[in-house]
């Protein structure tokens, strides 16, 4: 097997671990998994001070606009984001994380990075930043696979 054909099958079956990890997580919160990729991308935007607005999010996670309205209702009624105009023009809305969200981010993020900081600990930070490039390739990979699934079949 190629270099490049077990790397592959490896982000196979991390994407699998990672895909049980974030479902164990959901069930044990009372959460559906689109509600912690919300927080996720939320939380994400708001670090890089650009809070989203709910089209932006839809777009993130390829919702609909019923279901963008049903996810951040849920989202509301536990507590985790509000929605507030923005100062500049009031027709356009930001989602802001609120103490709960941050906290369920936290207990989310935190066990997983705990557990790949010591998986990295025997790697050099030369290895880590040729592993970071590579992942960085991979994600864009990803989103370009993503994005041609979703052009319409001829």
Do not use: C, Y
């Amino acid at each position: 097997m190629r270099a490049a054909d077990t790397l592959i099958d490896l982000l196979r079956r991390f994407n699998v671990e990672a895909d049980r990890f974030v479902d164990v997580f959901t069930r044990a919160h009372g959460l559906h998994r689109t509600d912690m990729n919300a927080v996720a991308h939320i939380w994400r935007a708001a670090e890089h001070g650009h809070p989203l607005t709910p089209g932006e999010l839809a777009r993130m996670l390829s919702l609909s606009p019923a279901a963008t309205t049903a996810l951040l209702g849920r989202l509301e009624r536990a507590g985790h984001i509000e929605r507030n105009h923005d100062t500049a023009d009031r027709r356009r809305v930001h989602l802001d994380m609120l103490p709960s969200a941050r906290a369920l981010a936290l207990a989310f993020f935190t066990p997983l990075g705990e557990h790949l900081r010591s998986a990295f600990d025997e790697f050099d930070d030369k290895e880590l930043e040729t592993a970071s490039r590579v992942m960085e390739k991979v994600l864009a990979a990803t989103a370009a696979a993503a994005d041609e699934a979703e052009e319409p079949v001829p």
